[in-house]
């Protein structure tokens, strides 16, 4: 019975969505590999990456994890998995009276995309290397096909 309620229930979305025609609804992507914005994400496998955060890694005797430490202050939370991507309603009009009333647009973030995280270096611009030109194992889709892309 779950699973008809949501289907009845995403048919009267859908049905009262095209009845408001003065209000756009759009979906703005999510790509793997993106850096967590609490503002456009729900995690959905937070209480894993809390237990696994890098940036508590205990030291070992001899103090040789100090590196590695470095290293992973680097790191961010990244997507690995985008459920599904958020809603944005976009009206027209501003909350000002007069004659600044019909300007501009009212946003509204209906909800916001759920995905799962891992932890991991993001991957900065420019042809797969880093900013100091340091290769980190990336190549670009033209490196391994060709040049004829």
């Not at 793997?32 to 503002?39: A, I, N, W, Y």
């Not at 940036?55 to 290293?71: F, M, P, Q, R, W």
Request: glycine share 12%.
């Amino acid at each position: 019975m779950r699973l008809y309620n949501i289907v009845d229930l995403a048919g009267r979305l859908n049905l009262q969505m095209r009845q408001t025609p003065h209000t756009i609804y759009h979906v703005p992507h999510t790509c793997k590999d993106d850096r967590l914005d609490d503002t456009l994400h729900d995690v959905l496998n937070g209480a894993y990456m809390r237990e696994t955060n890098p940036l508590y890694v205990e030291l070992n005797d001899e103090g040789s994890n100090e590196a590695e430490i470095k290293e992973r202050w680097t790191w961010s939370a990244l997507t690995r998995v985008v459920g599904w991507d958020g809603v944005v309603a976009y009206r027209k009009g501003g909350w000002r009276d007069g004659e600044d009333k019909k300007k501009g647009f009212r946003v509204r973030r209906i909800t916001r995309s759920k995905v799962a995280l891992r932890w991991g270096k993001p991957r900065r611009f420019g042809k797969g290397k880093d900013g100091k030109g340091v290769d980190d194992g990336y190549k670009e889709l033209y490196e391994v096909i060709g040049k004829g892309v």
